[in-house]
Structure formats: C-alpha cells, structure tokens
C-alpha cells in the first residue's frame, strides 16, 4: 500500500484544476501584456481568475497580488510593509515558517528593524499578553504571526490579534498558507492587514500564490520590472499557475465542510486509534485538540525507542508511507526542527507529523497505525 500523509508539504493536483490550465498551455499562450487579440484573452482569464479569489475570500480584486507562492507573498509584505510604512520594529513568535522567520532576520541584520520574538509555552502557544505588552511600548510595529502552524498546527487567534493591531495602530500580517483553501477567510470582517497562500497546499500548482493587501495598508512592489499586477510585480504572469490557484481556491470553498468532515473524522480515528495500539504516544502542540488545532495535521512523538531512533520516517516510507519528520536534535548534520526545539520536545523521542487531504481514507489510516504497532512491538 502506498500512503501519502505529507500534504502539509504539497498536495496532489485536483484533475479540474488540471483541466482548467491546460487551455492556456496549449492554446491561449499569449503574453497577458500584450494589446492584441491573443494577449488579451489571456489578460481576461487572469482577471477572472483574480476576481474569483476575491470574491471567495470576501474582497476586492485590487487587493489580490499574484506571486509564486507563499514565501514570496511573505517575503513581499514583510520587507515592503516595514519599508513602505516606516516601522522600525517586528513581532513575530519563533514557531513562524522560515519564510517569515529568515526574512524578518535579515531585515533586523540590515538595521531596518528591531525584532521581539514573543515566548511560546511547552503546547507551542504564543504568549499574547507578552504582545499587548510590546505594543504599548513600541507603537510603530509590525506583528507577523501565522494563523496556523505548519509543523503541529496550533490555530492562532487572528481576531484577537487583529484587534490589538487596531488598538496599536501596528500592521498586521499572517501568513495563511496552511489554512486557505481549509478555513473561510472573511475579509471584511478578519482583521488583518495582509495574508498569503500557496496553491499547492489546497490541490492547485506548485509554485503559485497570491498576496492580499488591505487597501488603505498598501506597500510598495518587492519585485522591480514591467507594470505586471499593477506595478506590484514585475515579471511575465504565471498565466498557468495563476488559472489554477483560482480554480483550487473555488473547487476548496465549494465543498469546505465536507472536506472538513471527513478530514477531522481521520484524524480523529488516527489519535484515537495510537492511543489504543501504541502505549506512551504523546502529540505535540495542540494537535491532539480537535478545536485548537489544524484538521490536516497531526504531530505524533513517539516513545524512546532503539530499533526506530533517527530512522522512524525511513522505516515509515520502507512501508510505502511518506510523512514528514520533525526531529528536535539541534546537533551534527541534522538540524532539526526549530519548532520542536521552541517547545522543548524531547530529543529521544521520534515525531513525525501526518498530515491529511480529502483524498486520505480511513483504510490508510489503519495500515499506518499498524505499521507503527509493528515498527514499536519490536522492543515489547
Ligand atoms: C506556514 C507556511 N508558510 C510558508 C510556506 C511557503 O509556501 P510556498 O511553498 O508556497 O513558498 C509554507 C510551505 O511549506 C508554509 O507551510
């Protein structure tokens, strides 16, 4: 049996949204800034396609920028809010993804910022008294905290968040990549500054993804050339990448609840299930809680154990199952995770995280538990 339970990293494509870019590889190929005929069917289906993502996410379409993905889109409402609107100081928490956490870095290098990072506690939750504390005292900041974690999939609080930036007058941005395409985005009412998505973690294509800025938060464009995304960012459109990430954002909105269920009913039965069969399991950061956590993901640390130690994901894929490590060594040739080690997880324990898309079965659920029994019953 082959599973695949790494979706936090990339999805499979949807065939539709397959079928809806392959018109513009073959046929409509113009260049979308060209005035001609060819040109401008192409210019139309990007349009279209930046009106769809607006109206699903409850915006305008002139708040929508299309990039090459999360990290860009991260790297864009970093580096150009902090430039754009004069801050001179971040707040971030240091379980952000390494595309918010090396691009505030290497602005704090530059002399562009000073950069608090907020304490989390052992669960990985982020402190948001420590927050108000920082934004009493330092007015002028930018926040940059993710509305889900990548690794264990603690949920943040974007309302409340939100609402200290109001208070504060500080820029608010989020980066949205593991829950658009999961979760609604309500725009007009998330108070948020500026988020970001990445089309293949909900079933679109690979490098593609869009940034949304608040009209009256605007920044100055990242990339430098023609007037593309109006003269937000320069360069010849991902027409395809771009067809896609609308048509993955609209086939994820039509039928979110389902997905939703079914997804939190493995995960679920997977919790419950190791439970059961693997005595010591623990999971870290909230993705135990069903509420509190990301449906798609699941962190599991697994007891000491010598026939596994450093080799749980090898022994994993020998058995036609891909997940994702999560190793909090810190020493040597593996680097680790820095969220695990934000947490103080065990080195001794083995974690791996699963994480699930709509096209995970139960059936895949039962043949990786079994696998762990066996792979943890060598010892017994
Ligand atoms: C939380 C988070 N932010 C940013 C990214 C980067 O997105 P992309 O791969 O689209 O550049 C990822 C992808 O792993 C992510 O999980």
């Not at 809010?81 to 956490?101: C, Q």
């Amino acid at each position: 049996m082959k599973v695949y339970f790494d979706n936090a990293a990339t999805t499979a494509m949807d065939d539709r949204v397959i079928e809806a870019m392959l018109p513009f590889m073959k046929n409509h190929y113009g260049n979308p800034s060209s005035v001609h005929s060819h040109g401008r069917e192409v210019r139309t289906a990007i349009e279209k396609s930046r009106k769809k993502v607006a109206e699903l996410l409850n915006t305008t379409p002139s708040e929508i920028f299309f990039t090459s993905g999360g990290t860009e889109a991260d790297n864009t409402a970093l580096v150009c809010g902090i430039e754009t609107h004069g801050i001179n100081h971040a707040i971030s928490s240091p379980i952000e993804h390494h595309a918010v956490l090396h691009t505030l870095e290497v602005c704090e290098q530059k002399g562009h910022i000073q950069l608090s990072m907020l304490d989390v506690n052992d669960k990985g939750e982020v402190d948001l008294d420590q927050l108000e504390i920082l934004l009493k005292a330092n007015p002028n900041s930018l926040i940059s905290l993710m509305h889900a974690n990548n690794e264990i999939g603690n949920l943040n609080d974007l309302n409340r968040i939100g609402s200290l930036a109001k208070e504060y007058g500080a820029f608010f941005h989020s980066d949205t990549v593991q829950t658009m395409g999961h979760y609604v985005h309500d725009l007009k009412n998330l108070p948020v500054d500026a988020i970001v998505a990445g089309g293949h973690k909900f079933h679109g294509p690979k490098g593609s993804g869009f940034l949304y800025v608040r009209k009256d938060k605007k920044i100055h464009p990242f990339i430098h050339g023609g007037a593309q995304e109006r003269n937000m960012r320069g360069g010849t459109e991902n027409v395809i990448g771009i067809i896609g990430i609308a048509k993955a954002l609209e086939i994820a909105y039509e039928d979110m609840s389902s997905h939703e269920v079914h997804v939190k009913a493995l995960k679920k039965h997977f919790i419950e299930k190791l439970k059961a069969d693997i005595p010591g399991v623990e999971f870290n950061g909230l993705s135990e809680d069903l509420d509190r956590s990301l449906y798609t993901v699941l962190n599991v640390s697994l007891p000491p154990s010598e026939a596994n130690a450093g080799m749980l994901l090898f022994n994993l894929d020998l058995e036609g199952i891909s997940a994702s490590g999560g190793s909090a060594c810190s020493s040597g040739a593996t680097v680790g995770s820095h969220v695990l080690r934000a947490l103080n997880h065990q080195p001794e324990r083995d974690s791996v995280r699963f994480s699930f898309s709509r096209f995970n079965t139960i059936e895949e659920v039962d043949y990786t538990v079994g696998k762990l029994k066996e792979l943890y019953a060598v010892e017994a």
